[in-house]
């Protein structure tokens, strides 16, 4: 098993809005709190309203108490990177088992336990919980190594893309510089 992975991810913006913005869809699973409290911070006037850039939003992001009409393009926009790492950090995850069975079915999948954080000066990391936190510790003994995820967001206008690499790390604690 190659104990280094990349996976990338490009999310359209206005598709993932769309989704977000219907009655039961699966987006209003796939954030957890932290998360929808990180979108929530950007207001309206620190861009557009959703109403705004697109169409056919509906009122309502279930238990989120967040309502698409207040989300501003940029709380959309932070999501759907949120999301785009999500699914990149699966992609890099799968590589390192190319050739086998992936650990976990993709049904398998609590996307919740896949959270994106940001450190106090909005540097993103990953942070694992549940069956996801036990698998992944399961491919660390695998490759005889911990891994260090490495996380990239970004978003212009319609696209949202994150970027993750993963590589074998002495500790997960922070590194010195001096």
């Known amino acids: 098993m190659n104990p280094a992975a990349i996976g990338v991810d490009l999310v359209d913006v206005a598709s993932f809005g769309e989704q977000l913005g219907q009655d039961g869809s699966v987006f209003h699973r796939v954030f957890t709190a932290r998360e929808w409290n990180t979108a929530a911070r950007f207001t309206p006037e620190q861009g557009a309203p959703a109403s705004e850039a697109s169409e056919g939003l509906s009122t309502s992001l279930a238990s989120s108490g967040l309502s698409m009409r207040s989300m ?74 911990s891994l260090t995820w490495l996380v990239s967001l970004s978003h212009d206008g319609n696209y949202a893309i994150a ?13 010195d510089f001096s």
Do not use: C
């Open 72 to 145: 501003s393009m940029r709380s959309i926009q932070s999501l759907a990177a949120r999301w785009a790492a999500k699914e990149a950090f699966i992609k890099a995850w799968s590589s390192l088992y190319y050739g086998r069975e992936d650990p976990l079915e993709r049904d398998q999948v609590n996307w919740a336990e896949i959270e994106v954080v940001n450190d106090r000066w909005g540097r993103p990391s990953l942070r694992f919980h549940g069956a996801i936190a036990a698998a992944l510790k399961q491919t660390e003994r695998e490759i005889s190594a």
């Open 163 to 175: 970027w993750i690499h993963a590589y074998p790390s002495e500790s997960h604690s922070s590194k």
